[in-house]
């Protein structure tokens, strides 16, 4: 069963690290309801465009199978996933409600029906839901939204029950041994948090929210060294990330280690400005998840915190609810240029190009791109297209006669 992650508030961070949607193959079809080839290969496809984020691709398709096989619960569900990637909570509802309607014990539909609940802080409707997911399909993933929504309320024991039953169900669910992890955190139980950190590192080696729990945790029991550590492995894998530098800041200040604390909570100090910005235009999507410069202003608060990633998703979210952007597609081929995919980039400057040809600046950075990529023809081209738009470009004047005066 694959896991696709999703954005959700408020304790569910707005990170791409907790909040899951349960995705469903084609094989729980209900057996007496047939469903053709063609309606599966349509299903298919659709997931794998939602995979790769295209969303409106993969919701042409989810529209189709709906239409081809109407008894069909699935394309529905699919449905419901994209509106819920895309933020639009009511079209996920109405779709979800479709999957009930057609097979109210379809696996997955009453565990995503809980995460639109917690968008909305209807956190007793979400435990409903949850609770109904678990009788219908028991997986870890509902167990672990009753556990966080038991410690936002307050009700430890509860929470940390049903922790225990996601455990159970996977060992291997490293994200319930890091909620459990919080809850006895926030209990004071630093020892029996630390135990499970440690099994949650032994099945996934690797993981930078296990480092950063187990750094925190280190810290709290007076175990510096070792806290450190882990501190700066997260801090040197997510350089954007504020806690674990201001922690290790702090951490390297108890241990006398002046210069060095410093410099590292002076990167703090920016990244604190960094994570504000983020935090408010997360908030103004709250209100008015429809607005996709609400999206962009998202994205590019990303990008300037060197989240490029996220600032990718977010930037495709917008462009789902206004296609034709280019600015938008623009800012996208500019991401996929910063983290050196270079084909995503190439790509997504020709669909520009391919819907207006006058836009001297992306003929100018697709000329770049192809320099870099040692593709001196293809650089000179796109650099001629862009001087016959714009003649007088001195910065693609420049760049081809370094081009022309280099062997």
Known sequence: MQ????????FWTWSIVVGFLLVIGCQNQAADREVDLITRQLVSTANQALENENFDGALVLADSAARRTPHAAEPHFLKGLIYSRTLRWDEAERAYREVIARDPDFPGVWN???NNAVWSGAYQDALTYYYKEVEV???PLPWSGIGRIYRELGVID???FAFEQAIGLDSSFTSAYLSY??????EGEYEQALVLMHQAAAHSPGSMDIEYMLGSLLARTNREEEAVDHLKTVTEAWPWHTESHYKLGQLLQRLGREAESREVLTVAEKLWKSQADITAYQKSLTTDPDNPYAH???ATAFRIAGRYDEAIHTYKVALSYEPGNLEFQNNLASLYFLKQDTVAAIQTYHQILDQNPQ???VWKNMGILYALMGEREAAQQAWLRGLSQQPNH???QGYLAKLNATP
């Open 3 to 10: 896991q696709v992650r999703l954005f959700s508030r408020p």
């Open 296 to 298: 962009a202003a998202l």
């Open 394 to 396: 001195v910065e693609i």
């Open 359 to 361: 836009m001297v600046e």
């Open 137 to 139: 399909a028991p997986a």
């Open 158 to 160: 509860s929470a940390a």
């Open 112 to 114: 995503n029906m809980g």
């Open 181 to 186: 992890a919080r809850l006895l955190e926030d």
